[in-house]
């Protein structure tokens, strides 16, 4: 039944809307109903209809942590390499000094030793004027020891010669006198240096 005067259907004594053209209802607002579902551009079916993200959020923080974790090993790593560096040059140092003071040390003993030889090879030619001092050399005392023997042995050896030479150039009694060297004004290293080179 339709009410003539307002153009709407009434069901059991109450008014109904009429239905727009195209079978599509009002809202209450008098707009389409498929109009104000729409309004928000997407409708609760849409919403539910929605498909899940792929990432997995879990999978993600978990990866995110391993990394953390990694990348705090790496640098504990590199600090304590660098730490056994700082210690590695801090001792190359330390022995770099100790070398240059042993060094030093040795110098200085070197020059000690040479200086108590000298000193002592000063002495022993002081107790020994018939040796040449050109004979005896050394840096040590073994050395000087070992040179001054041969020094000896060697002014031994130039006072036999000298003691046959005069002994062979000795003029028997009644004889006329050889005109020979005198070496009775000779020092004894004038003799033994006579002596060499007459050997020569």
């Known amino acids: 039944m339709e009410d003539t005067r307002t153009g709407t259907a009434v069901v059991e004594g109450r008014p109904h809307p009429s239905p727009l ?20 551009g997407e409708g609760p079916r849409a919403e ?13 923080i978990v990866r995110v942590a391993t990394a953390e974790a990694t990348l705090r090993l790496a640098q504990d790593e590199r600090d304590a390499v660098t730490a056994a560096l700082d210690q590695e ?4 140092a330390g022995a770099e000094s100790a070398l240059l003071a042993v060094q030093a040390e040795r110098e200085a003993a070197v020059q000690r030793l040479a200086d108590g030889a000298g000193r002592y090879r ?9 040796v040449p001092p050109e004979l005896v050399v050394g840096d040590t ?6 040179s001054l023997a041969a020094a000896r042995e060697t002014v031994a050896a130039v006072r036999r010669q000298l003691a046959e030479r005069t002994a062979v150039e000795r003029v028997p009694a009644g004889s006329p006198a050889r005109g020979g060297p005198d070496l009775s004004a000779l ?9 060499l080179g007459a050997g020569r």
């Open 187 to 195: 020092s004894a290293r004038e003799k033994i240096a006579l002596a």
């Open 122 to 130: 000063a002495a022993l030619l002081a107790a020994a004027p018939e």
């Open 48 to 60: 539910a209809e929605r498909p899940a993200p792929d990432v997995d959020l879990e999978a993600l």
């Open 141 to 146: 005392v073994d050395a000087i020891d070992r």
């Open 89 to 92: 040059r801090a001792a190359r």
């Open 21 to 40: 053209p195209g079978g599509e209802g009002t809202g209450g607002d008098g707009q389409p109903a498929s109009l104000e579902a729409g309004a928000g």
